[in-house]
């Protein structure tokens, strides 16, 4: 079942001889509980394509659907709504909100929707991150690793159709690149979560289940990985 069809994305930035092709007519597809990382050179436009997926950017042209849904339609309050309970977001450098605590960081997209959050899925979801003695702490009182684990949480907390990653472990030494790697990894093969993952690290790209490389705006690969 694909969870993610893209067609023929295109990103336009400038006119003229100022006038920049970030994404080139990018067509590409992801089936429910796939791994997938992307990867490429800075300025490729991999950063581009996952801000248009994730509905913080919108494409020149091209459509985005996502679980049946064009995304690349809606209008900005229905996106919104959209994006905070089908789209999971995990950034390199956190994007925590300082002044709350670990536990309504996780649960604050819930809120914003006006939902209850489950306490089961809750307590199992911190129990999984290794985060029962962090929850009333703020974000400031934690390690690196600590706050992308609570960025993980917040992702999947709604139980989103996708989760995109922006270079996770980009801000992480290598033991707590492995580990997050890991945990997205658990998630994905546990509850067929479905994970896109821009990363510029070939060994952790390795670690998907496909590896889509991009070049000025264009796709130049796109195929399983040699695990």
């Known amino acids: 079942m694909k969870i993610l069809e893209t067609e ?12 920049v092709r970030a994404l080139d007519n990018v067509s590409f597809s992801v089936e429910k ?7 490429g050179p800075s300025g490729s436009g991999k950063s581009t394509l996952l801000h248009i997926l994730g509905g913080v950017d919108t494409p020149t042209s091209g459509k985005v659907i996502i679980d049946g849904t064009d995304i690349s339609a809606l209008d900005e309050t229905a996106l919104a709504v959209f994006r905070r309970r089908q789209i999971g977001l995990i950034y390199q450098f956190y994007n925590l909100i300082p002044i709350l605590t670990v536990e309504e ?8 929707d006006g939902r209850k959050p489950d306490k ?9 991150l290794g985060l029962e003695d962090r929850l009333s702490h703020l974000p400031n009182q934690l390690s690196g690793g600590q706050q992308q684990r609570v960025s993980i949480g917040r992702a999947l907390m709604s139980n989103p159709a996708i989760v995109l990653a922006d ?11 492995r580990e997050i790697v890991s945990l997205l990894r658990s998630f994905n093969r546990e509850f067929n979560q479905t994970v896109i993952m821009i990363t510029h690290d070939e060994k952790i790209a390795l670690s998907a289940d496909r590896i889509i490389s991009i070049e000025d705006g ?3 690969r796109n195929e399983a990985s040699a695990k």
């Open 218 to 220: 264009k796709i130049t």
């Open 8 to 19: 023929n994305l295109c990103k336009i930035y400038g006119k003229g001889d100022t006038m």
């Open 120 to 128: 089961n899925q809750l307590a199992s979801l911190v129990e999984r």
């Open 33 to 39: 509980g796939e791994f997938i990382a992307i990867v």
């Open 167 to 177: 270079e996770p472990t980009g801000n992480l030494d290598s033991e707590n690149s």
């Open 105 to 112: 960081n996780l649960t604050l997209p819930m809120l914003l």
